[in-house]
């Protein structure tokens, strides 16, 4: 299911870590990412609290379809999830906005 030679880098980077929280947008690298890590837990480690968090900036049709993506395969893999919404006016630098948005939220919950 995922690449070998990413699940061993993964691996020697995890050595002595034993928390984790993923940005979480239900695309193929955090997907990979957070499988990848689930894997070493199960096969490896079997101690290492992994948590994941899934912004949905509301700027995409399909915001909410993400949410429940994020959701379902997380729950399957039973997973933490933290879901934040966040509302940007469509304006000039929504991604700078957002990005920043973003960081904000991660320094709150990155510790807890």
Known sequence: MYNEYLFKKVK???KNKKK??????GGLDSTALL?????INKKIY????I??????????INSNIWVKHCY???????IK???????????NNIEER?????????????FK
Request: charged fraction near 30%; charge should be positive; hydrophobic fraction near 45%.
């Open 12 to 14: 020697k980077f995890i």
């Open 20 to 25: 984790y929280l993923i940005a979480y947008s």
């Open 35 to 39: 499988q990848i890590l689930f894997e």
């Open 46 to 49: 079997k101690n290492i609290s």
């Open 51 to 60: 948590r994941a968090i899934h912004i949905n900036h509301n700027l995409n």
């Open 72 to 78: 379902l395969f997380c729950k399957k893999k039973k």
């Open 81 to 91: 999830l933290i879901i934040k919404n966040i509302n940007i006016v469509k304006k």
């Open 98 to 110: 957002a990005r920043k948005l973003r960081y904000k939220i991660f320094k709150k919950i990155i």
